[in-house]
């Protein structure tokens, strides 16, 4: 089995290598610059006062010349040296684009109020929500109570963006590049899947967590395909286990014991005769056969 990592010189990436890459990227242009992201958690802190919940910060998988940058950022980093900082500004065109007003659109409301968002229980549109209408995402930008506008340019559109970025070391080692690249496509570590390679065989056990979630099924594919590009295995097997619960076994010396139920009284009727211990006063025929005898 093969590994992209190989073909770039050492110490050296290239285009289609997987690294560990620590950055913060700013957009320039505003009132003041802008945080687009980072992996420092000291910059998140000091840019946003409050952390957002659940982020994890520090180093993460990159693939060198992929999709999660523009196109422009992408290529400053091929060439980079591992352990190296690289510093650099990237003008518009070669960020996010040039702003593009055949990109902002006109809706009714009704249009809007159909949109599956826009049917949960906790839908909110205001100046600002996120939509996605034909498969496209766009941000509200004005609306009335009759029409909505939308902007379906990149948010940093038109803005300068200055990066720093720093290659802190090359993903070499098959198992390692498949979880890195679970975590690319996926976004939840690559540590929570167990990998084996055997015999050119990539099997991936999958985790509770992501058995029922409906964002591992759209990326699952995604990530067979990067796979098959990055290390060119025989076959990718992806398992999945149900383990049955089994029933605790309850002591029956320990259970506790049950108080018997103390018999209702009977009701004093005639001719019906009471449990032992319980007096009923006596009929008038019973009362004559009881009645002692005269003295002689």
């Known amino acids: 089995m093969t590994s992209h990592a190989a073909a770039s010189p050492p110490g050296m990436v290239a285009s289609g290598d997987l690294v560990h890459l620590d950055f913060e990227l700013w957009a320039e242009g505003g009132a003041k610059p802008e945080l687009i992201g980072t992996t420092r958690e000291e910059v998140a802190q000091d840019a946003l006062g409050q952390l957002p919940q659940g982020r994890r910060y520090g180093p993460r998988p ?75 995402e766009g941000r509200v930008v004005t609306l009335t109570q009759a029409r909505v506008r939308v902007d379906f340019n990149p948010p940093f559109a038109g803005r300068k963006v200055r990066g720093k970025f720093k290659i802190v070391d090359r993903i070499s080692d098959p198992d390692e590049q498949v979880r890195a690249l679970i975590e690319i496509e996926y976004g939840r570590p690559g540590s929570e899947f167990h990998v084996e390679i055997r015999d050119h065989v990539v099997t991936i056990k999958v985790p509770d967590r992501a058995k029922f979630d409906p964002s591992w099924f759209g990326d699952k594919p995604r ?27 309850t002591d029956s010396a320990a259970a506790p014991a049950v108080a018997p139920t103390a018999p209702s ?12 211990g319980t007096a009923r006063p006596a009929t008038g025929t019973e009362r004559s056969k009881t009645k002692p005898e005269a003295s002689p």
Request: charged content about 25%.
């Open 62 to 136: 990159h693939l060198i010349g992929g999709p999660y940058f523009p196109s422009g950022i992408e290529q400053a980093l091929v060439g980079g040296i591992v352990g190296n900082e690289i510093v650099k500004e990237f003008a518009a065109v070669d960020a996010f684009g040039e702003r593009d007003p055949k990109l902002i659109e006109l809706f009714s409301m009704h249009e809007i109020e159909r949109l599956p968002e826009m049917r949960r229980q906790d839908a909110h549109l205001d100046v600002g929500t996120i939509l996605t209408i034909r498969g496209r």
């Open 265 to 276: 009284l009977p009701s004093s009727a005639p001719g019906t005769s009471a449990p032992a």
């Open 223 to 249: 990530i067979v395909d990067r796979i098959r590009t990055q290390i060119s295995p025989k076959s990718i097997r992806f398992v999945e286990e149900y383990v049955t619960p089994t029933p605790e076994k």
